[in-house]
Nanobody, 124 residues
Framework: EVQLQASGGGFVQAGGSLRLSCVAS????????IGWFRQAPGKEREGVSC????????YYVDSVKGRFSISSDNAKNTVYLQMNSLKPEDTAVYYC?????????????????WGQGTQVTVSS
């Protein structure tokens, strides 16, 4: 059974940091991209960052570049999203997801598996 378990959300003040974790099971981790997506109230879900577990290459959307960092521990089947210098506009439910693609970082459509969300709230 495929499972993705996201955790690490919380409430922080602007400028603070959080680290999200996504623990995966039930599939060949190294053959997948793991992506982080977020959805704020009243807005569409957007991709934030992803990592290609076969070579560690990663991608970030412009709004988080320089503030967020994604990493993967293949031995633990876990992907981390370190979020620094958080802003109120980062407030959202964050989801991790997996897509069977190892050709590079990919944050588009077609993600196969989704975890439950973890709430991130940043106060001003």
């Amino acid at each position: 059974e495929v499972q993705l378990q996201a955790s690490g959300g919380g409430f922080v003040q602007a400028g603070g940091s959080l680290r999200l974790s996504c623990v995966a099971s039930g599939f060949h981790f190294e053959s997948y991209n793991i992506g982080w997506f977020r959805q704020a109230p009243g807005k569409e879900r957007e991709g934030v960052s992803c990592i290609n577990n076969s070579d560690g290459s990663s991608y970030y959307v412009d709004s988080v570049k320089g503030r967020f960092s994604i990493s993967s521990d293949n031995a633990k089947n876990t992907v981390y999203l370190q979020m620094n210098s958080l802003k109120p506009e980062d407030t959202a439910v964050y989801y991790c997801a997996a897509v069977h693609y190892s050709g590079g970082p990919y944050l588009g459509l077609g993600y196969d598996y989704w975890g439950q969300g973890t709430q991130v709230t940043v106060s001003s």
